[in-house]
């Protein structure tokens, strides 16, 4: 696994977590970084939570049958020819995926069961995720704030 990642406070973050390597985009030629982590080969799975100018290249950094899954736009809608991008591979047979939570919700009883399995999951300690800060539900703000900083670790609860 490979985190890509906006500093090397977030690089360390991520490999503490398990991940096999990091690249920092504002420090590293990704592309270079991609090429000389896999030995050419590309990866199998892409997840994007950011979208924008840069998507269209992680198609140049799949292995063949390879996928993308969008699951945000942090920086806006994707830009650029993506099926171009896919059709210059056509022969490695790439995927794509978009996905969003709002496929659940004119499903009710799809998206309980969805949430009780994550429940159940994180009860059991199968998913740990690390908590960054506990605020009062009173600095909500406070907590948006940190969130937009792009500063924090992990996830922030707000506790009521």
Do not use: C
Request: no cysteine; proline share 4%.
């Amino acid at each position: 696994m490979i985190g890509w990642v906006d500093s090397d406070e977030k690089a360390a973050f991520v490999r503490s977590l398990g991940a096999d390597a990091a690249i920092n985009f504002r420090a590293e030629n990704v592309s270079e970084r991609w090429r000389e982590l896999t030995g050419g080969a590309g990866v199998d799975l892409i997840l994007d939570s950011i979208g924008g100018a840069g998507f269209t290249a992680h198609f140049e950094r799949l292995a063949p049958f390879g996928l993308v899954v969008s699951y945000g736009q942090l920086d806006g809608h994707p830009t650029g020819d993506v099926l171009g991008a896919m059709r210059r591979r056509m022969g490695d047979s790439l995927g794509l995926r978009m996905f969003s939570m709002h496929i659940f919700d004119q499903d009710r009883r799809r998206r309980r069961e969805a949430t009780e399995e994550l429940l159940r999951l994180l009860a059991a300690g199968k998913i740990k995720p690390p908590i960054s800060a506990r605020l009062p539900l009173a600095e909500a703000a406070r907590a948006h704030a940190l969130i937009e900083s792009g500063k924090v670790l992990g996830k922030l609860i707000l506790k009521p």
